[in-house]
């Protein structure tokens, strides 16, 4: 097994406190690799970052155009969520239209991301609901697509159920792999999350980005819902969270998604080229890092004042004081400065 | 530099989803190492793990009694807490008893890390004081002290204050190191915190459970505080936290404290031992299940049931289905057998 390299440290004063290794691949459509970092064969569970290929279904199916669905309702579908207003909203509105509800969900409830959204619930005297998970979108396009496939619904999180049958097909599909039982895992939301390997996911994002080695439907499904999450990133998460603020600065060129456990996978269409990370450790603070750094160098912007506390962010205490911060290792920086356009 | 281990790994299904990469250090109190694994002589900032110590001018110069501070208060002085209404409401009355008040604390505010006691605030239309930041009794005792000694506490966050030399040469002394400006970082609460080695953090714990080779006046001090922690294992953190219950657990055995960014301090008063964790990656979680597996070890105790939840944690998801778990690496469980009793 390779060494897996650090990639990412976490300053304290001028000390190094906390470090993070990583793996990273950078991939063309047809698997050729223009960087690969550490265990770059590794089996990861994509978890949250593969939600854009388990939404294929409710695309493919025409479900999403018999409900009318737009680009807010697709990004929410592969979207993971802070639970505030408009994401509880768009979820119970996706359902609606299906005539299906929350008590359809099968996803589990947590409260929401941010503490403004949990106070208005408890000022109202309320808990959480399936609605505020942060898998609700994925879950609603769940629920819409079997509705519109005469698909019942119930028990739809199973591993045997057609919606997840079809899921998986679509993520064996994309990632050119067999996913046996030996690779299924549970996820937080109670669906399967099944383990491929880190330089299969980069490759399937870039055929996502350009459509190469799909069919072209599923190639049409992809590119519409992956510019519908670029177009509306507040959908794909929230306020204050990397994948929107990051997709917002970088202006619309690149499509970036976390998973749980320090996954990341991202997209650059114009260059036809995926991106995968697994933080070793699970760390999504470390995964950000790595997958800004890389984003930033392919497109060579990587001194953009813009695109700083992204790639070095300032870490303040509760008197917002800057005690430190995160930033790449130079066998990161190195690595980056060889993907310059 | 040594190679660190990966003591800890983390289980979705049958495959192992995240790993973490720690050093431990179990030595008695002259500094004879009964166990070191990882880079043990690396300088970490301990964080929270070392308020026993910080503590200790309080109990010194006779504020605790001239204060009347009893278990409960020396326990939260040297707490990391949840925040929950005695939490909050021992702080109030610890500055109180000094005339002094919420409006003295400079750890600035957070959120209590429990909802429901976010809940209350929300419902009264309250934002969270200072007096809900985790560290609020530790703010409280130097507050506490320097009204005692007739120090002006304004700005007792301050690493030239004389509350702050007093802590650092409480540091110094315990752990028979000299800090120099080199090694100082900025902590969450603004006070300044010190790079130490993990083997000597290891050892200054065993000094703090014993006595031995510090002064009487400070060997007393310590035992009252690490007494006290023990006896009122609610105040050092909260409800459902691991301090909390992984002290309750064991029946007074042991003192465990909690730092961020994966630190751990220990002691067995009864073996007269003492134990440092780093976890690399800063994983909470991980440094967890290294103290849990080394002093169940020390104690005889790895296999007893009321361990099992923190030495192999279950991970389960919103629907609470078990997903997975935490549990210690070969490397970790081998090394942990040399240490039985």
Known sequence: MPVVPILVEVLRGSLVESAHRASVVVSDAEGRVRLGLGDTARAVF???AVKIVQALPLVESGAADAYGFGAQELALAAASHNGEDWHVATAAAMLARAHRSEADLECGAHWPARQE?????HVAGLKPGALHNNCS?????????????????????????PVQQAAKAALEDVFGTVL??????????SIPTWAIPLDRLATGMARLATGQGLAPGRAAAARRIMEASIAEPFMVAGTKRFCTDFMTALGGV?????????VFCAAIPSLG???????????????EVVVATVIAALLGRSDAPELERFL????????????GGLRPSAELVEAAATLAP
């Open 254 to 262: 690149a499509y970036a998604k976390t998973g749980a456990e320090g």
């Open 137 to 161: 979108g994925k879950h609603a396009g769940f629920v819409c697509y079997a509705c519109h496939a005469g698909i019942d619904p119930k028990g739809y999180t199973a591993v045997d159920h």
């Open 180 to 189: 046996g039982v030996e690779s299924c895992g549970i996820d937080g939301c």
């Open 117 to 121: 959204d949990c106070g208005r619930l």
């Open 312 to 323: 070095r962010p300032v870490l303040t205490n509760w008197n917002r004081m800057t005690v």
């Open 273 to 287: 080229l995926g991106i995968a990370v697994k933080c070793d450790d699970g760390a999504s603070r470390a995964a």
């Open 46 to 48: 994509p978890r949250s």
